[in-house]
């Protein structure tokens, strides 16, 4: 079943709930599908007026900058030797080589690469633990975090919102299109059907020229 069909049979209020703990747990250093649960929810809420969109946002948001926060906790206290247990766990995602990648990105970036790394699926996982481990100043961290969970949660949610509503006015509108091109090329269909039909009728019907036997 498709992550859309599924969430349609959820209530709202488990809908909230749900994108708020995805999206806290992969910021946290799960990896889950956060970003994928957020889409289908905020387009899901284009099509049924029962989910707020600012309601969605503001979870989606609060799940991301608390499971930052959280993350950072548990990277500060139990530094490299949890980079090594989740590499254990999660090797296609905290392998050596995306570790490196991480450290060098906030070795150079510092709090901005906690901003834009929530745009970015591996750093959105890797922010809080490795910010944590790497014991980047906590109100660094958590400036950049409050800013890059508002933007990336509240703006993602925005913008799949307003581009479903679009989307679904056009198809409304070509639904209705197709319909009046659908009837008019019925009609015209039968028109010419019946008047060769009635052409074939008279030209059956005429008396053949005296003489055409002989």
């Not at 599924?6 to 250093?29: H, K």
């Not at 510092?110 to 970015?120: H, I, L, Q, S």
């Not at 660094?140 to 990336?152: D, R, Y």
Request: one cysteine or more.
């Amino acid at each position: 079943m498709h992550v859309q069909e599924w969430l349609e049979t959820v209530p709202p209020l488990a809908i909230y709930l749900l994108v708020g703990v995805v999206i806290g747990l992969e910021s946290l250093g799960i990896p889950l599908p956060g970003e994928i649960i957020l889409v289908s929810s905020a387009l899901l809420a284009s099509q049924h007026g029962d989910i707020d969109p600012f309601v969605l946002g503001a979870c989606a948001s609060a799940g991301a900058i608390i499971g930052d926060s959280i993350g950072y906790a548990i990277g500060r206290k139990g530094g490299r030797p949890l980079l090594a247990w989740l590499g254990g766990k999660f090797p296609k995602h905290f392998s050596e080589g995306h570790i490196a990648t991480a450290e060098r990105s906030f070795e150079k970036w510092g709090m901005w690469a906690v901003f834009f790394g929530r745009f970015v699926a591996l750093l959105r996982i890797f922010a809080g633990p490795l910010a944590g481990v790497l014991r980047m100043p906590y109100w660094k961290f958590l400036t950049a975090n409050v800013f890059g969970g508002i933007l990336w949660a509240g703006g993602t949610t925005a913008v799949i919102y307003y581009v479903g509503v679009v989307a679904e006015s056009w198809l409304k509108r070509f639904s209705w299109l197709g319909l009046v091109a659908a009837v008019l090329i019925g009609l015209t269909s039968m028109l010419i059907i019946k008047r060769k039909a009635k052409k074939a009728q008279t030209a059956h019907r005429e008396p053949e020229p005296i003489g055409a036997g002989e």
